[in-house]
Structures are given as C-alpha cells and as structure tokens.
Nanobody
Framework: DVQLQASGGGLVQAGGSLRLSCAAS????????IGWFRQAPGKEREGVSC????????RYAESVKGRFTISSDNAKNTVYLQMNSLKPEDTAVYYC??????????????WGKGTQVTVSS
C-alpha cells in the first residue's frame, strides 16, 4: 500500500522555523514527485512546493519563495519542507502528496494525513 506520513508541524511564533517531513512507502520513490499542500480554515487547498525525486527539480508558490525550501533524501524515501520566517498566514494543515509529476491539487494521486502548522503573531 502507498503510504505518505507527514510530521513536524507545531506551534511557532512569527519569524520562527519548522521542518516538515513526509515519509513515503509502497512505491518507487525515485519515480514520483512529492508535493506539499496546505489548507487553511475556510480556504481551498493550495500547492506550496513540489520536488521531482528523479532530478531534484523544485517548484514553489510565490507566497513561500525565499522562505521555504524543499529537499529529498532518496535513501530515506523522505521529503522535507524547511519553513523559515514563518508568518501567521502560513497557518494551515499541511499535506504531502505524490504523483508522477508536480501536478496541482487535483492531479496528485496519493495523499497523506496532514500535520497542523500554527504561527502565532
């Protein structure tokens, strides 16, 4: 079975940092792209960042460029999202998802359960 396990969320003050992890299993990690998405209360789920495990190409939403960094450890089948300079508007449930490429919210094939990130002002 394909499994994606997101972890690392928590409560942090504005300006602080968190590192999210997405541990993947049940598929050939190098053949997939892993994306991070987030959903704030009352808002639609949105893409945050994505990495293609086969070539390490990355994408970022404009709102997180320069603050968030996505990386992949193929030996551990894990993708990380380093989040720095966090803002209250980054507060959301963060999800990781997998697909053959960095597709949008409706194009990802597999989803993990989310991890809550709360940034206080």
């Amino acid at each position: 079975d394909v499994q994606l396990q997101a972890s690392g969320g928590g409560l942090v003050q504005a300006g602080g940092s968190l590192r999210l992890s997405c541990a993947a299993s049940g598929f050939t990690f190098e053949d997939f792209a892993i994306g991070w998405f987030r959903q704030a209360p009352g808002k639609e789920r949105e893409g945050v960042s994505c990495i293609n495990s086969n070539d390490d190409s990355t994408r970022y939403a404009e709102s997180v460029k320069g603050r968030f960094t996505i990386s992949s450890d193929n030996a551990k089948n894990t993708v990380y999202l380093q989040m720095n300079s966090l803002k209250p508007e980054d507060t959301a449930v963060y999800y990781c998802a997998a697909a053959a490429g960095c597709f949008g919210t409706y194009g990802m094939d597999y989803w993990g359960k989310g991890t809550q990130v709360t940034v206080s002002s």
